[in-house]
């Protein structure tokens, strides 16, 4: 009996010691989960990447090799969640491995157009200068998309700020002067009743709006994966009477700074065109893109294959490309071409802006003030025949 006693004791503590050592393992395992740094494949933002490349060329530039250069990089705050990935490429670098085919296993660090020009750059000995022209280029870009931006801020604000008051005029507003006005007997000019009945048509399905601009959309992105339906939708934007010409020029800024870029790295002519159409955004330039590398690609000249396309490129980049061709600077002349659009798109966003500006501030100045008069107006009457 002492004995059977003995061994359930025995039993008893083993098992508690087994429970305390799986609670105290399950604890151990949780503690190693929240704290284990977890790897990330997050794409680096256009501004990150920016930065990477300057830091990287400075470093370079001055002597510092590329592995403590990247160490350096995996020590900075901004970049703190890339630590992981900065850390791989320094001990791949450090194991042999190029940089452009080390760069090239994490592709969501950079595209590929970027990883060539690396490469080109490590070929020729002019890494340094290959990553700088890059973070230039790039900062450039970013520059003037936030100038656009801050410019077209103001009369986006305007237009949702007064169709945020118009609509809760209508659907708020509205509806309790139309009641007051019903239980007082008054007669409502037709205006009044025009509003009334739009507010009531917007309480009543407004959600069934809502959700047709949401399809829309939704259908409008789903249908721009067919080519035919995007190529016809971007030559429509193109043609637009105030936005066309600074859509145009947007995108032939996308294809020369690239051409630009590759040409410098080494790439020739018909080489650059090749792999720039990718960058362009807008369908139809794309394709206009792929009928100047194949008419290169045949022989014929640049400029002019470009004269045949002028509706797609402003006047002034035939001439530049006409006049770098026959001075054998086509590189130079793509970067003229480069500022001549950046100046080109401030001008234009600029005269845009200050066409919109007073264009929308009447218009909603006007809307509200015909909401308000619809609603004040019986008010008018109702006093003067209780006068």
Known sequence: MARRKRLSASKATSAASSSKAKSSEGSLSLWQTLTKPQKTNERLKPHELTFLLSTLSTLVDNGVPLPKALATLAKEQSLAKHKNVLEALRRKIESGMPFSVAIALFPHICDKMTVNQIRLGERSGTLAATLKKLSSSRGKTAELKKDVVKKLSYPGLLIVVGSGLITFLLMYVVPVFEETYESAGVPLPFITELLIGVGSFANSYGWMIIATIVLTSVAIKQLRKRDDFALSMDRALLRLPLFGNLLRDIAVLQLMEVLENLMEAGYTLAEALRETADSVSNRLVRKGVADLQ??????????????????????????????????????????????????????????????????????????????????????????????
Request: a negative charge; glycine letters at 6%; aromatic letters at 6%.
């Open 294 to 387: 194949a008419a290169v690609q045949r022989g014929e000249k640049f400029s002019s294959e470009l004269e045949r396309h002028e509706g797609m490129f402003p006047p002034i980049v035939n001439q530049l490309v006409l006049v770098g061709e026959s001075t054998g600077q086509l590189t130079r002349a793509t970067n003229d071409i480069c500022e001549y659009l950046r100046k080109e798109i401030e001008r234009k966003t600029n005269l845009m802006v200050a066409s919109l500006e007073p264009i929308l501030t009447i218009s909603l100045a006007g809307a509200i003030a015909v909401v308000l008069l619809a609603i004040y107006l019986p008010m008018f009457d109702m006093v003067n025949t209780i006068s």
